[in-house]
């Protein structure tokens, strides 16, 4: 199925696509371009961002004398659902430093996974203090590296003060099953938690 | 910041190529998807080369702002200027539906999303 097959008569109009986004977070090696690539109808894509360290979101360095720069690399991947939606997956830096540039990918998301690999649990605590901050649904998924201290997932909530509501599951990255599972969580929780704001009569939309 | 070596072999400075502007026309977000017919793309020709390349990754596919910069391999805010510029001047063709507001609107499309995933 390609939805931007062209019937030429209607070569300008514009049909609406609606791109929905889920958001792949953790530290550095944590497996979030790997899960992107596990489920991706593409090999996951990278962009560069030219950023200032202040965050001010101007990409020129020469509009900021004396400021540092830096490039930001984002790891996407796309699923094509049906001719009109499309889901794509943003795996962002973990790094405090890059934060500025989350606000923009987080922009209408419907929610987040924040990886976390027990040989390096506090790198999670970044993403997790962001997203709880930013009211953006999250679940975290414990991905379980081979030669890793196993913990019980109690244990990493506990360590790493998950609130009760969030969910956390256990994951391998380089699964698409478990993959899919863990996004199939991701929304099920977005639609969880809009159901209770909507109850509570709160609608907040992201961003 | 490193310069960076176009295809064409010149190293060019990032906003080279939009003539130093760095504010776009309008502001298109990273997974707005947009699209180009093969007349678009015949038209983008003459538009310039980062135009033509940018009209060649998206004919026949829609393709997102961010799929644009990977693919052409320019930066996402040059590449952001370029796209708006070419949505004005009817060189691509902007698909993105505003996210819906409404609380059934943002049900229904998380529901569309869930079971998008489960038939996968
Ligand atoms: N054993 C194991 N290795 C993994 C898993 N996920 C990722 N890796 C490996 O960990 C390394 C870093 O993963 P990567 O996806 O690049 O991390 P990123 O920096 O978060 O994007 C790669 O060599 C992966 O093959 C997993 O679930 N289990
Ligand atoms: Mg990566």
């Known amino acids: ?207 | 910041m490193e310069p960076r070596r176009d295809p064409r072999g010149a190293l060019v400075r990032p906003y080279a190529v939009t003539r130093g502007r760095t504010e776009p026309l309008q502001n298109i977000a990273l997974e707005a998807v947009l699209s180009c017919t093969p007349t678009q793309v015949a038209e983008a020709r003459f538009a310039g080369h980062d135009k033509y390349r940018i009209a060649s990754v998206c004919e026949g596919r829609a393709q997102s702002l961010a799929e644009i910069a990977a693919y052409t391999r320019m930066p996402l805010g040059v590449t952001r200027v370029l796209v708006a510029d070419m949505v004005a001047e009817g060189l691509l063709t902007l698909h993105t539906a505003a996210p819906p507001e409404g609380f059934e609107e943002r049900m229904n499309l998380l529901g569309r999303v869930l079971s998008g995933l489960r038939e996968l």
């Open chain 1, 1 to 207: 199925m390609d939805f931007a097959n062209y019937d030429p008569a209607g070569a300008r109009r514009s049909r609406e696509i609606i791109s929905a986004k889920i958001v792949v977070a953790g530290g550095f090696g944590v497996g979030k371009t790997t899960l992107v690539g596990a489920i991706s109808e593409i090999t996951p894509l990278t962009t560069e961002a030219l950023m200032t360290a202040a965050g001010v979101g101007i990409d020129d360095p020469s509009k900021v004398p004396g400021k540092e720069t830096t490039t930001v690399a984002m790891d996407f991947g796309r699923i094509t659902m049906a001719q009109d939606l499309i889901l794509y997956l943003f795996g962002t830096p973990g790094q405090t430093r890059f934060w500025f540039m989350w606000d923009e990918i987080i922009r209408g998301a419907v929610g987040a996974a924040v990886l976390v690999d027990t040989r390096r649990i506090t790198d999670a605590f970044a993403p997790l203090d962001y997203f709880e901050n930013r009211n953006l649904p999250y679940v975290v998924a414990l991905n379980r590296f081979d030669d890793a201290p196993h913990y019980e997932l109690e244990e990493v909530r506990e360590a790493l003060a998950i609130p009760p509501d969030v969910p956390l599951v256990s994951c391998d990255a380089r699964h698409r099953e478990s993959v899919k599972q863990v996004l199939v969580t991701v929304v099920e929780h977005a639609m969880l938690r809009l159901q209770a704001e909507h109850g509570r009569g709160f609608p907040t939309p992201v961003g």
